[in-house]
């Protein structure tokens, strides 16, 4: 075979005829002349109007000129007067936008901040302008209450009052996650979890499905969705102690299995302690349950009101979602915990309703249901939701 | 040794695992912690060697089993992405990013994920993520470049190359993508030095061989250009890029037997390949098949083609095809309509010639000129005679025209005159069509090109000269500058 030559490589030409010097580069520090972007901050996502503030630190704070802002490279604004600030449109697809401020100072120096925003996907049911909303009514003696009527309760959206539309006790199945902490912490009680736990997974009903994650510093799907309790129990029984605590990888690792499901869906987290090892934030995981539409169940095995990360971590996730928390001090009050759990899923209403605020402008907007007359009954739903209209794929 | 019972229990897990689906089975805690290192591992070193499908198999599996594993996802959209499932390769690589925010392999993998997806906006905050993490990146850079250049904004692009062989004079893909710039720009022998840098900094980059090849036949150095695509397949005789590279050559070279060896050969390599389906229709279109080359495009688009970009140059070929064929339907229509009228048969012939329909726009532009024997359609019939290469009867006609004072069809005898390789004829026609033009720089060029066959090489030399002097900086300059500088060297001057 015929050796094809290569001898044409060393006419290779001059190339540095291709290398020029670099352009100035932008720097937010120059001589004591500094700027930052302080809001929105890169990996904030943006809806709507929105303001973005620079800042900037000067010597001589009258001899800065002006900043200019940028979005995607487009000027926006030019702020001649401190402070710094301008409001721009982002629409109402959060998606990443590279954001500029550039400050000049009457000597000649200019110095640049970027901030860049993140692409965030909501994955609740607004759509067709309806919001959906999962409701648990209980009484002083918390006790569920069963019997209340449309014309019961007072909702209110950013506090003006919404009419509710579809109202119903929810008897459709629910999709849960099952969240069981094996941290090194937990030794010497997993036998009373795993009793526990599946005593839970007994009560659930025919049609719910669930899956069972076990955690320590790494988060294992040990069982994925099934109805089968028997595969549930084995996967919950087969969990052992030790390592760390990934209690955030867990939840996020949980919303995302369930991101795919419509519906009425649940976390149940048993934990008994801090997380010591997620590499997701909390932030992340808070964010996650503000656009996701999950109830989140939070058990803090042996936690008090005394951890106080630990314990406020799992109280106000719980709160956001609508779900609850529970803080029960020994392993043996796991059962009941878990068993009135159960059966606050089988005592939920569904309700809807158009809000009067037609403006998606992707801001965060509050949301209070109430008992009408009856101050005994207490009412728990989500607390709000982003204002975000288009069905949209799922996330994270 | 005699295995531990656990260990044959773990072992057979882990052989049950890699030939089937992900478990829906439960898992026991201990066995997921040992199965998912397995997998994780084996997958890693297929992604290594290039078995993507593979390695995405299993780390599907790792992935819904360990939730929080950075590796697992990276690797998964790594695996993906080379596999071109772009859409399928975003999640996984969001997630890795969430493990790890600060990762810049992984901004830089989503990035180019988004870039393949057509979203420059989403591509160039990952590249500058990357470079907010370290801000003297190369392939950040080199993102960005890709970026401005997906965007039109070429000067720019430019930059970013440049910014990135700074950072790293060793990076090929830099010099590969700026040489690939200035290819399309024309500009080929800085292209072609490019393309040689990347080679240099890495002698086994199978892609800079094949640009490289591109660049050369440019330049009409075809046996250059056909050596270094040689050289790339040896080097990778899996890639389909240098048999495509080939075919493209050899299509335009009009060895069309040859362009369909290489064309096939590259999609058995890769049915996935837009470009190799794209060149099939082109053969077929050089092979006057219209109606096959609509058909090769409809069957692509219905294949399982996943670079959403290659999907777009396909639809835009088929679109373009269609509206030919739609065009040729209506003409014919009109022909059979007013068979006297010679208009609808000079369009037929300009429309089967644009298509490389070059043979059969012949026989409408004969027609034409039997209906209307006027100078102008007869000069239109010696261009598509020309271009068919029936140089003979061209030249004939063109003689007749030039006779009567057409300035057009005696420069374009010399043409045919060249291509029967009768150089003298041609040389004394493009010097009696300069006689009057003498400020049109291709005749020069043309006469060069004669006078250079029949050795007559100082007055070659001359003539070159003058087009340089006359010309506008295109492709050609270059080739005929290196020409000059190759008879230079040869002691030749004017």
């Known amino acids: ?396 | 040794m005699r295995k531990s019972p656990l260990y044959r229990k773990v072992a057979l897990v882990l052989l049950v695992a890699l030939l089937t689906p992900p478990p829906l089975f439960a898992v026991k805690a201990l066995e997921a912690r040992n199965i998912a290192f397995k997998l994780q591992s084996e997958a890693m070193k297929l992604y290594k060697e290039g078995s993507y499908r593979r390695a995405v198999e299993l780390l599907r599996q790792v992935t819904n089993l360990s939730l929080n594993s950075f590796l697992a996802y990276f690797y998964l959209g790594l695996s993906l992405s080379a596999d071109r499932q772009y859409v399928e390769a975003l999640e996984p690589l969001k997630i890795a990013l969430e493990l790890e925010p600060g990762h810049i392999q992984a901004h830089i993998a989503l990035g180019d994920v988004y870039l393949k997806l057509g979203d420059a906006s989403e591509a160039r905050a990952e590249y500058l993520r990357a470079l907010s993490a370290q801000d003297s990146y190369a392939p950040a850079h080199d993102g960005l470049g890709r970026v401005y250049e997906a965007q039109g904004d070429d000067d720019r692009a430019i930059q970013e190359y440049q910014k990135a062989l700074q950072i790293n004079v060793a990076y090929p893909d830099a010099y590969a993508n700026l040489g690939e710039l200035y290819l399309r720009r024309g500009r080929l022998d800085d292209a072609i030095a490019l393309f040689l840098k990347a080679i240099q900094v890495k002698p086994d980059f199978a892609l800079g061989y094949s640009r490289l090849g591109i660049a050369y036949s440019r330049e009409g150095m075809v046996n250059q250009a056909i050596a270094a695509i040689s050289h790339g397949k040896e080097i990778a005789p899996q890639d389909p890029l240098p048999y495509l590279s080939l075919g493209q050559i050899f299509l335009e070279a009009g060895d069309l037997d040859r362009a369909e060896s290489e064309i096939e050969a590259a999609l058995a390599r890769d049915p996935a390949e837009a470009e190799g389906w794209l060149l099939r229709a082109r053969l077929l279109m050089a092979r006057q098949d219209l109606n096959g080359a609509l058909k090769t495009l409809a069957d692509a688009l219905a294949s399982e083609l996943r670079d959403p970009a290659g999907r777009r140059t396909l639809e835009k070929a088929q679109e373009s095809y269609q509206t030919t064929a739609t065009r040729i339907a209506s003409l014919t229509s009109a022909i059979a309509a007013a068979p006297d009228k010679p208009e609808p048969f000079l369009e037929l012939a300009a429309l089967l010639s644009d298509a490389g329909a070059l043979e059969k726009a012949v026989e409408p532009a004969r027609r034409a000129a039997e209906l209307s024997p006027d100078p102008s359609t007869r000069l239109q019939l010696a261009y598509y005679l020309l271009k068919a290469q029936q140089s003979a009867e061209a030249a004939t006609l063109l003689k007749e025209l030039a006779a009567s004072g057409s300035a057009t069809a005696l420069l374009n005898l010399g043409v045919a005159q060249a291509s029967l390789g009768q150089d003298d004829a041609a040389a004394v026609t493009y010097r009696k069509y300069l006689e009057n033009h003498p400020k049109d720089p291709l005749p020069h060029l043309y006469l060069g090109n004669s006078l250079f066959r029949l050795g007559r090489e100082k007055e070659a030399r001359a003539s070159y000269q003058s087009y340089l002097d006359l010309a506008s900086g295109d492709e050609k300059t270059g080739k005929v500058r290196r020409l000059l500088q190759l008879l230079d060297k040869q002691g030749v001057t004017p």
Not at chain 1, 208 to 227: G, P
Not at chain 1, 236 to 249: F, P
Not at chain 1, 312 to 330: C, I, M, Q, W, Y
């Open chain 1, 1 to 396: 075979m015929r050796r094809v030559s290569i001898g044409w490589l060393a006419a290779g030409a001059a190339l540095a005829l291709f290398l020029h010097p670099l352009g100035a580069q932008e720097v937010s520090k120059r001589k004591g002349f500094e700027i930052a972007i302080t809001s929105p901050v890169s990996g904030d996502f943006v809806f709507g109007r929105t303001e973005i503030i620079a800042e900037v630190k000067a010597a001589e704070p009258t001899l800065v000129e002006k900043v200019e802002f940028y979005v995607d490279d487009k000027l926006v604004f030019i702020d001649k007067e401190p402070p710094y600030s301008c409001f721009y449109d982002f629409g109402s697809e959060p998606r990443s936008y590279v954001l500029k401020a550039k400050a000049y100072h009457r000597e000649g120096v200019t110095v640049t901040a970027t901030s860049i925003t993140r692409k965030v996907i909501l994955n609740y049911q607004v759509s067709v302008n309806r919001v959906v909303l999962f409701a648990t009514a209980q009484d002083s003696d918390r006790h569920f209450v069963l019997d209340l009527k449309k014309a019961d309760f007072r909702l209110e959206e950013d506090d003006k009052p919404q009419e509710i539309l579809d109202f119903y006790l929810e008897q459709r199945p629910v999709v849960l996650c099952l969240l069981l902490d094996s941290s090194g912490s937990m030794q010497g009680r997993m036998d009373k979890v795993h009793l526990a736990a599946d005593k839970f997974v007994e009560s659930l009903a025919a049609e719910d499905q669930a899956l069972v994650i076990d955690f320590d510093e790494k988060v294992f799907l040990l069982q994925d969705f099934t109805r089968d309790v028997k595969l549930l129990k084995e996967a919950i029984d087969s969990t052992v102690a030790e390592g760390g605590t990934a209690l955030y990888d867990a939840l996020y690792a949980a919303f995302r299995k369930l991101k795919d499901f419509k519906g009425r869906k649940a976390i149940v987290i048993l934990s008994d302690g801090e997380d010591t090892n997620s590499k997701f934030s909390y932030q992340r995981v808070l964010e996650a349950a503000k656009t996701n539409e999950v109830l989140i169940y939070s058990i803090g095995l042996g936690i008090s009101i005394l951890d106080v990360s630990s314990h406020s971590v799992l109280k106000e996730l719980a709160e956001e979602t609508g779900g609850r928390s529970f803080f029960p001090g020994k392993a043996e009050e796991l059962e009941g915990v878990y068993q009135q759990i159960a059966e606050e899923l089988r005592s939920q209403y569904y309700l809807t309703y158009s809000p009067t605020n037609e403006d998606w402008n992707g801001k965060w907007r509050k949301i209070r249901l109430s008992a009408q007359r009856s101050k005994d009954v207490e009412i728990r739903t989500r607390k709000g939701y982003y204002a975000v209209r288009r069905s949209l794929a799922p996330s994270p």
